[in-house]
């Protein structure tokens, strides 16, 4: 416990500025480095959302850049009326470019397994199934570490506590902050019972997703972005040429998925899009970057 007071002191030095103004900026993102494998995890709400499931997202994102060849980025998605912890359906969706990107992030899950902590899953559940778990552990490790940091700073440094927790963006965390007691601003708290609240939304969290409905779909967008990434401007241009983009998800009866995808899109690439000097060792050649101004210009 002592080191994670130490943890604590030097995030709230290091890295508060950068974290209250990214959530003055309405940023709910958290994004982290593991194992070679960059993480993305956001939590989305609109009144434009089906009730009908609390769903979670998981895109496997082409990206050279990562050691993997690939960004993973979760999101669940919730009704904007709907609580954290509620009973609607859960629905778990598999976003791939191809079905060559499941294997290899099984496989860079595999092998960064002890790294992560990542626990075993029942042998009962299907392979996407455990995938899933696994992931979920992953994305919760990450996201609710931070966020026991943010509570552990905030018994030091309120103002600095509250940044860093807020930036802990896991579904609906300031929900899951009031329901299990994490008092705001300026509370004083102990460092176990900080912990144990965190602990128990964790469980409660996944614990919801543990019986979901799995679905595995290639996703257009992102099939499209493969393609892109591998040819030049002569052998392909997503704007003249046809685009693989504008294919459907049979399995998902709605349009939403494109906004979700690109929405993950941006998160992972709007670093390096607005890089040109990153653009060449990223594999994005100008008709790239004119598709990108096309599907990033709401953002």
Excluded at 76 to 104: D, G, M, Q, T, W
Aim: charged share 25%; hydrophobic share 35%; with cysteine.
């Amino acid at each position: 416990m002592k080191s994670l007071f130490n943890k604590a002191t030097e995030l709230a030095t290091t890295v508060s500025g950068t974290l209250t103004t990214k959530v003055s900026e309405g940023i709910s993102l958290f994004s982290q480095t593991v194992s070679g494998l960059q993480v993305f995890a956001s939590s989305e709400r609109s009144a434009q959302f089906e009730t009908e499931y609390d769903e979670k997202h998981y895109f496997v994102i082409p990206l050279n850049l990562s050691d993997t060849g690939f960004a993973l980025h979760t999101m669940r998605c919730l009704p904007e009326s709907a609580l954290e912890i509620n009973s609607l359906p859960k629905r778990r969706v598999f976003h791939f470019p191809n079905e060559h990107y499941e294997s290899a992030l099984r496989e860079h899950l595999v092998k960064a397994a002890q790294d992560l902590a990542i626990e075993n899953t029942s042998t009962s559940k299907s392979s996407l199934e455990t995938l899933a778990n696994d992931i979920d552990s992953l994305e919760n490790k990450l996201t609710y570490g931070m966020l026991l940091i943010g509570g552990v700073a905030a018994v030091f440094n309120p103002i600095v506590g509250v940044g860093i927790a807020a930036k802990a963006v896991t579904p609906g965390v300031v929900g899951l902050m009031t329901k299990y007691g994490l008092r705001p601003l300026g509370a004083k708290m102990s460092t176990s019972s900080i912990e144990k609240s965190i602990k128990d939304a964790e469980k409660d969290v996944l614990r919801q997703f543990t019986e979901s409905t799995t679905l595995r779909v290639t996703n257009p967008i992102l099939q499209e972005l493969e393609l892109a990434l591998r040819t030049n401007q002569d052998e392909h241009d997503p704007l003249i040429d046809p685009n693989l983009s504008n294919g459907s998800i049979p399995e998902l009866n709605n349009e939403r998925w494109r906004d979700l995808t690109e929405r993950a899109m941006w998160h992972v690439y709007r670093d390096l899009y607005k890089d040109p000097s990153k653009h060449k060792q990223a594999n994005l050649g100008p008709e790239d970057i004119r598709w990108f101004h096309t599907l990033f210009a709401r953002f």
